[in-house]
């Protein structure tokens, strides 16, 4: 259940708006009976992990869900899907493939002693502190070219957080052509 009426209300226009391009990232390990529901029911999910770890690890991988599957019944998505291991939205204009591969390639880190290590980020807990202690170029990193936004559960506020990338200005483009500029702004009180 949403935390306020007014994160419920930004969350349907967004949903009702945007449906075609927003994708829920899915954390099985957070609610892995979500999975069952999404598989009894039919609807599309695709694991982010592939071969082996995709089996291994099926019930604790992140998984990207379509919201076009939800366009007509936001409500229950709402109401069956949001916190239910989704605490995040991604919306892309690449498409599923590519914003598949993109946030794959965001699932690993390496640490300071040099050890790949998975990056939870899908959480939305863990997304919240990365955001506020990122730089730039790790958010244009992580957002690649097939994230346009993404919005998430701030655990903390109640809030639903749109963090929105755009291309710099073309002067800037030509200094630093990868670099793009961000924008976090509460979707309550912005859409």
Known sequence: MMANDAARH?????????????YA?????????LLADL??????HECLYSGTKAITLR???????????FQSNVAGFIDQVWRRGVTMLVESGAGCEALKIQLKKNSFVRNSQGTDCYFRYYDARAFGRFVRMATNDQLSEFFGSACLTVYFDDAGSGKIIALAGKKKTLISRIFDPSAMQFNVSDIDTNQ
Not at 39 to 44: A, W
Not at 59 to 69: D, E, G, K, S, T
């Open 25 to 33: 990232l899915y954390d099985a390990a957070a609610d892995n009976s």
């Open 10 to 22: 930004a969350l349907h226009r967004l949903l009702s708006e945007r449906s075609e391009t927003l």
């Open 39 to 44: 598989q009894r029911d039919g609807l599309t």
């Open 59 to 69: 019930n604790v991988a992140p998984y990207l869900i379509p919201c076009a599957q």
